[in-house]
């Protein structure tokens, strides 16, 4: 069973907007800092936005902060975390991937401190 499952990625146009969700297979990932990275064909995986546990602190890469908003929804039932992305540019298109890290306490960009991640989904802005 797969431990992070992505969806709501899609084909719009620029400047229209999309929301990823992750829902997390186990309650325990409610105590785990979370992150959304992206990865563009040909380039390196990039940070794109971080949330603390509790949801208080978050973190965005400056390419995306002021359009994009990380949050997280947890019930009795399930653990999710949402990417709303706004203003989509064609620079946004890539293939998105949430990850865990059940170790740090803050929101951070350090690709390498995560250690669970999703399959991805494809995000394609069209100019």
């Known amino acids: 069973q797969a431990q992070l499952v992505e969806s709501g990625g899609g084909s719009v146009q620029a400047g229209d907007s999309l929301r990823l969700s992750c829902t997390a297979a186990?309650?325990?990932?409610?105590?785990?800092?979370m992150a959304w990275f992206r990865q563009a064909p040909g380039k390196d995986r990039e940070f794109v936005a971080a949330?603390?546990?509790?949801?208080?602190?978050?973190?965005?890469a400056d390419s995306v902060r002021g359009r994009f908003t990380i949050s997280r929804d947890v019930t009795d039932d399930s653990v999710k975390v949402h990417l709303q992305m706004n203003s989509l540019k064609p620079e946004d298109t890539a293939i998105y991937y949430c990850?865990?890290?059940?170790?740090?306490?803050?929101?951070?960009?350090?690709?390498?401190?995560?250690?669970?991640w999703g399959q991805g989904t494809q995000v394609t802005v069209f100019s």
């Open positions: 990850a865990a890290d059940s170790i740090a306490g803050a929101a951070h960009a350090d690709e390498w401190r995560y250690h669970t």
């Open positions: 186990e309650r325990a990932f409610s105590e785990y800092v």
């Open positions: 949330i603390s546990w509790s949801g208080i602190t978050t973190n965005y």
